[in-house]
């Protein structure tokens, strides 16, 4: 069960890479081998996450972090541009990104998502098109496919929004 969600400490960066290797693991053997490769995301990036304040880890009961993801609040160059659909909405929205758990706790990417909806009421994520559990999450959560962005890096993303009141 996840006890308390807060702003990751440069001392949990040990955790959260590992929670981040765990995740990748998953992905692999859950058919997405082509996410999160060459060691995304890196020790510089998150440090660099943590640094900016969009990083967080979810805490279990006994205090331990068992999952990690970022949020940021505002405008995402990358989603300035959708592809074959279009947004809800054009209202200011919190964006999240990287959600990873241990394993060791059931319920981690609710819990985040839950938890960025007390910090904004519109959210948009998005999500490789081999991350079919992560796509699973986002459809039962209530979660629109809104249509398909590209990263930095010119990789496609499918994009979906959420806007509660």
Known sequence: MIANIRRTAMADLPAVMD???????FMRRTGNASQWVNGYPTEAFIRE????????V?????????????????DDPTYAIIYEGEWLNTEPY?????????GKER???NACIEW?????????????????????ILERLGFSY???IY???????????KTVS
Do not use: K, W
């Open 19 to 25: 929670i981040y290797a765990i995740a990748r693991d």
């Open 49 to 56: 996450e943590i640094e900016a304040g969009h990083s967080f």
């Open 58 to 74: 979810c805490e279990n009961q006994s205090g331990e972090p068992v999952g990690t993801f970022c949020f940021i609040l505002g």
């Open 94 to 102: 919190g964006t999240v990104h990287r959600i990873a758990s241990s």
């Open 107 to 109: 319920g981690v990417a």
């Open 116 to 136: 960025c909806f007390t910090q904004c009421p519109n959210i948009r994520v998005d999500t490789h098109r081999d991350n079919r559990v992560m796509q699973h």
């Open 146 to 148: 809104c249509g398909i």
């Open 151 to 161: 990263v930095s890096n010119g990789t496609e993303r499918l994009a979906y929004q």
